[in-house]
């Protein structure tokens, strides 16, 4: 099947109903979302899950479909290794075909920068007992045969893919099945607060009454937690993705050199992308965040092409409302998804640098070309946390492009943190006040 974006022209499938009342609601149908519902589902907990649009709308039916342990930020690690364990066993679970293989993630060296950066975060790799090894030039053109002489690879063969506008929609119906209550088309205009903690939700069709929420909500969270005065320096990157029409196998699985990145789908093509190459749109909340970004400023813009405003409604547009009323449309209301235009220019430019890397397929022919805006931090690790000035309120956002292949582990951690039972692994570095608490702002040694 040729992948095309989920868009609000797609069939309403979860259509509520909105209760009353439920133990916990999840704002937000992403992969982090459903699996949250799915967890807390699985606890006994009576679940509202409510999303603006449609499950999977934007970036978790929009990445590149890699589940990969490799590469990693060292904190994100042992979570990403449950993750990849639930995947395993979450077909069988789900009684769904989510498109999982483990058929291994292979980043290609540019150069001996490359390498050494390999090499260091093997370091990581042997610390948690992964498969990932290095590669010589001969085994790896043995492996990947190709034209762009690569010195050298990173490989871990246990690494996987899954079909992301298969799989997320797929996994929330397993959840509704499970007794998750879910409602698309239905914004979450804001929390209601009573005596100082969350009391409940206010969304487009009703309240529903809760103790505890989670806010899920990818690139939208910021402006909502901005809405109940928490300070979040989330951003977000439009980064555009292709499907190429079926063509012979070059590679079963995943991998990414400084300039493109390709992953081998189930209906015989790839998923083929610009790799690190992002636009960022600017907005207020750039200049309100710009101490927060400036290390990540500094480290390397080079793959980031900087555009002055970008479209009305999306989320840090300079025409999006800050302020509005639970009894008022919402700013989610207005762009149900983002739905952004694909850089076809990059597109063109991937083609020909597939083509060269693999001259005998050429340029490949493109079926369906998309782009989704990718939440991210100053650290580029999430936000996982309870937010302490609101109590009952806990933030599971920002995973900056990392969250398809962690979100099964990240919403067992989150489910288990709005339980008041242990995480399960160290999530310190992903607390919320390290933005506030005069804690550096620290990327860590990921590929």
């Known amino acids: 099947m040729i992948p095309f974006p989920i868009g609000e022209a797609s069939p309403v499938r ?55 342990q490799q590469g990693r930020d060292p904190a994100e690690l042992p979570m990403m290794i449950e993750s990849l364990a639930i995947w395993k066993g979450l077909e069988a679970e789900a009684e769904a075909d989510l498109g999982f293989r483990q058929t291994g993630v292979l980043y290609l060296a540019d150069g001996d920068k490359d390498i050494a950066d390999f090499e260091a975060w093997m370091a990581h790799a042997r610390a948690h007992g992964l498969d990932t090894r290095m590669l010589g030039r001969g085994e790896l053109a043995a492996m990947l ?20 506008w298969i799989a997320v929609p797929r996994l929330a119906a397993a959840a509704q099945r499970r007794g998750v209550m879910i409602a698309e088309n239905c914004a979450a205009r804001c929390l209601d607060i009573a005596g100082g903690r969350v009391a409940g939700v206010v969304t487009e069709q009703g309240r529903v009454g809760a103790d505890r929420v989670v806010l899920a909500g990818g690139s939208w969270s910021a402006l909502l937690a901005r809405r109940h005065g928490i300070n979040l320096p989330q951003l977000s990157v439009r980064a555009t993705v292709s499907a190429t029409v079926p063509l012979p196998e070059i590679f079963a699985g995943a991998a990414s050199d400084g300039h493109f990145a390709m992953r081998r789908r189930n209906d015989g093509g790839y998923t083929l992308t610009p790799g690190a190459s992002h636009d960022f749109f600017i907005g207020p909340d750039a200049f309100r965040h710009l101490r927060a970004f400036w290390p990540q400023i500094r480290k390397d813009m080079s793959s ?78 999430p936000v996982i946390d309870h937010a302490a000035a609101l109590p009952g309120l806990t933030v599971a956002t920002g995973f900056s492009g990392h969250g398809f292949g962690i979100g099964p582990g990240a919403g067992r951690v989150v489910a288990d943190l709005v339980m008041g039972a242990p995480a399960g692994h160290d999530i310190t570095r992903f607390r919320l006040s390290r933005f506030s608490d005069g804690t550096p702002v620290t990327i860590g040694p990921s590929l």
């Open 14 to 68: 979860f259509a509520g109903p909105l209760p009353r009342a439920c133990d916990v609601v999840v704002i937000g149908g992403g992969i982090i979302g459903v699996m949250t519902a799915w967890f807390l589902a699985g606890r006994g907990q009576r679940v509202f899950l409510c999303e603006k649009g449609r499950i999977a709308g934007e970036q978790s039916s929009r990445n590149w479909g890699w589940v990969r």
């Open 145 to 164: 045969p190709g034209k762009a002489g690569w010195p050298g690879a990173i490989w871990t063969a246990s690494d996987a893919r899954a079909e992301p």
């Open 304 to 381: 980031t092409r900087i555009y002055p405003w970008g479209p009305a409604g999306y989320p840090d547009s300079w025409r999006t409302r800050r302020r509005w009323s639970g009894d008022a449309v919402s700013p989610f209301e207005r762009m149900r998804i983002l739905n952004p235009a694909p850089n076809m220019a990059s597109i063109e430019k991937v083609r020909d640098l597939f083509a060269a890397a693999f001259p005998a397929i050429g340029r490949p022919a493109i079926a369906s070309a998309w782009a989704g805006m990718i939440d991210t931090l100053p650290d580029v690790v």
